[in-house]
Every structure is written in C-alpha cells, then in structure tokens.
C-alpha cells in the first residue's frame, strides 16, 4: 500500500469514526467537537481529489465559520451535562433513521455512478496527448512493429476527438490546459458566474431568507 | 529521497527559528513593558554572577557582577514551566481539557507553512525553496488555519469547567469571528492587486524598489489588517478574553505548568506569524532598497541580507505590538462588538469596492 493509500484510509477511518460520535455522543459538546475532527476530514477528502480550493473553503467556512458558531451556541446551552441529551428510543425512530440513511447511501452510490469526470484540464490533455502519440504509432509504425488495423486506428480517432472536445470546453469555461492546477480556481469562478449562475444566486438568496427569518424569531418586540 | 531531504532545510528553518525565537521574545515583551511603565524589569538570572545562569550549574559563585542580566530569565521560566506538577482540576473535563493547548499551538505554526521567508537559493547544486510549501491556495490557508484557533481556546474555557474560563472562551469565539470577517475581505482586496493568491507571487510583486510595497498601494488594507491581526492574536486593547480585571485569566484561569505554557507560547508564535504575514503582504517580503545591486555585488550571499531583511520586518512589527499592548487600555465589550461590525466591516467592504474598480481594466 502507498503511503497515499494509507493516509486516505486513516482519513476516511477518522471520517467515519468521528461521524458516528456526532450522533452517538450523549454530550452535545462532544458531539460538535466530533464535528469538527469529520469536517476536516471532508476537507482531506477534497484535498484527495485535488480540489485544494474547495478543500480550504471547507476549512474557512464550515470548520472555521459554522461550527464555531455551533460551539458558540452549544456553550450558552444548559443541556451540555453528561447524558442531558437522551437518545430517543422507538421503532419509529429506528426505521425512518434506516430509511433515511439506505436513502441517502443510494443517492449517493448514483452519483458517483453518473458522475462525469471532475474538470481537470490536465488529465484531458495528458490523455489527448498519450492518445496523439498512440494514434501516430498505428498509422506510422517504427521498424519492425506492425500498424494497427483500421478498427484500431478509426477508435483511437473517435477518443482522440472525444478527448479533444473536452479539453475545448474546458478552455471555454477558463481553464488554462497548459496551468490547470493555479487555474482551476479561476475555472470555478467561471462557472460558478457564469454556468451555474441562477443555483448559485438561488441559494444565496435561500440563506438570505433563513439570515433574515433568524433575526425575526429572536428580535424582542418593541412596539406593541 | 534527496528531495525530501532538501524539504527538510525551509521546514526546519522556519520552525526551528519560531520556536528559537519565542523565548527571546517573552524577554522582549517583559523588558520594554517594565521601561514602558518605568521599571526595571527581569535583571537577575543573567549568564554570570549573582543568580546566574552559569554559577547556578557549576554551584559556586564566578563573579560579583551581573553579566547579561535577566536575558536568561525565560530559560529559567521554561524550566520552571515543564518542571512544575501538572495539575487538572478534578472538576474539569480531563481530555478536552489536555487537547486544548495542542490545538492553540497548532494552528499558528502551521500558518508559517506558507510564508515565504527568503528568495531561492542553490546549496550544493541544489535549488531550495525558502518556503516550506507554495500551495496553490496560499493565502486562504492562513485564513483557513487562522479560524482553526478558536477550538483551543474554545475548548480550553470549556473544559476547565469554571465560569470565568467559560465566559473567556465564549468571548474569544465571538472576537475571533467577528474579526475573521473583516479580515476575510481584506485579504481579497489584497488579492485582487496583486492578481494572485500565492504569497510567493505577492513577494514577487513588490520586488520593483520601495514604491511597489503593498503599504502604498492598499493603504486602508493594511490598516485594517493590522487592527484585525491584534484581535486575532487576543492582544491588548483586544485582549477581552483573557482580561484579568473581569475574568482573573480568562480561557486559561484553570491551566499551569506546561499546559499554561504551550497557550503562552502559541500567542507568541501567532504574533510572529502576523508579523511575518504582515510583511509578506504589505512590506515587501524579504525585498529591500538596493537588493538588485547587491545581488550583482556579492552574489548569492545577498540570500542571507535577505533573511535579514524578513527578520528585521517582522521583529519592527512585532515590537509595535508590544508597544501597542502596553500603552492602550482595553475596550469594553461592546465597544469592540461595534468596532469589528460597524466599523470594520462596511470600510473594509468600501475598500473592496474601490479595489475592484481600480483593478478591472487589469482583469480584462
């Protein structure tokens, strides 16, 4: 095993281990703590998939931003006594966990099943190039190697077209092949402006609303 | 393999030179607070004589004159730190209560992880980046690594158990958030003029002489940035969470002995790491006048006036800290809740603002 391969078990392992404390815990503050140790190992995760940029968003916003407030929260809270929090107990209680988390592993499972490849420039060209090189050994073999036949040659156009059309799409929306990983952010923001707009302005407007609904439930009223 | 090895030399560079450094800097801290408040401050436990460092080893007196008075005065701190029992009240919550001081000395040393220090240099044929990494993040990291300490003291004030420690570290979450904000935007204002996010690029582009600082072209950034760099660090007058008058000693009231000491030794470290930020992003780095032509002149040793250069920066602006720390009074609660939110905020947005509209005819 690569010492990569054992630095991702050990995070998905701390992941796991760390989550099922959040809702096993019977000590709320544990509880967030716990938190705290499955969102940074999340941001491992990222940093796995080389999205170094979300990766640091996940520290900023959800270790940083989010969880201290939930912290923040938690410490004003009377119910921080060992075993205030009792689990609640019942078949009802039981099923709909189940049901919601078999729910949730399939989404999951089809996601990744249906997931395109993740925009990195660099593995596309990489790929169309291995792919140049492989088609121009087929039509021009060197000496004594034999050409590849026609199935061959027109399969390996048909990849190196395919490959070719996502590199340019990956040009258009900002990601310099040449510099894909300083580029990656500005790919993000491109789509993120420009792609994906209407999600993005839809979501911030959802927490917009949920920011100014917080402020109303807890303003004291003045006026009668 | 050889790599690695040649990774080793920034790391153990910048960390060794930290952890080197902070001692000297309690001295520091103590003699300028007793000449602030007209007092002599630690002057015994020098190298010879009296109380001295050396006869204390040996066991008979050397000289009757004070030679390097009180200089080894944090050595001996540091002696009497490890070596004092290591106490847990029985009402506090002994893991978390021993996981806090890790998780205040952590984050400011890993925010180091990004400052460049000194221009590349080639040993032995070797070209050795005077950075322990360059990621391509860069500065998000500090802010990412910057948020991560408020669990210490977060969690330090609430496993002691104690009222006074709980209301420090409640304290300490707000300031920390409320300033992070503020931060937050500056830091994209300085991102949007230098067009980068690595700070060896930003060092890069204050290369061009005094004029291409970024103190002259983010002036009101850099204001900001230093105010949010005292809150950030819990200084004086943002020392709200510690302040002994209200809260004995706030989020560490219930520590000692090495505990007490890796809290200690965190606030030192993150007040070099501000510093070190600080001049990576608005004093030029490790640039000084007339580096260009030393660097004809002597050759690759100009590396090393380099070094020098970075150092200097730093300590002037950790030695404005201390200066700050012991001629301000603190401010009251919600003086600094309105600071941070009214004040702050909306003139480091207005900053924003004017940066984009400066810098978009660069971006198209």
Redesign the interface.
Known sequence: MSPAMLLFWFVVIVIVASAALVVLSRNILHAAFSLCLCFTGVAGIYLFLHADFVAAVQLIVYVGGILVLVLFAVMFSTHTQEGSVEPRRGRLALGAGLLVGALAFVSVVLLVKNLRAPINANDTVAQARAEERNLARLEKPAQGEEPGSDEEIAASKARLEGLQKQSEYRRTVGVDPENPIAERRVGLGHLFMGRYILPFEVASVLILAALVGAVVIVRKETRA | MADYLWKLLPILLVFGGVLGIVPFLVFLERKICAYIQDRVGPNRVGLLGPDGFLEAVVGVPITKKRILGGFFQPLADAIKLITKEDFIPSHAEKF?FTMAPFFALLPPFLAFIVIPVGPDVTLFGQSVMLQVAD???GV??I??????S??GV??G??ASNSKYS?LG??RA??Q??SY?VAM?IVLLSVLMHYDS??LRDMVGVQSAGLGSWGLWHQPVAFILFVICAFAENNRLPFDLPECEAELVGGYHTEYNSMKFGMFFQGEYIAMLGMGALTTALFLGGWHFPGYAWLKETIGAWVTVFALAAFAAKVMAFVLFQMWVRWTLPRFRYDQLMNLGWKGMIPIALLNLIVTAWINLPKGT
Do not use: D, K
């Open positions: 978390l990621l391509n993040v998000l990291w802010l990412a690594v910057a948020s991560l408020a669990y977060a969690m004030g609430w709980l570290g409640i979450t707000a920390m958030i992070e937050g996010v690595s």
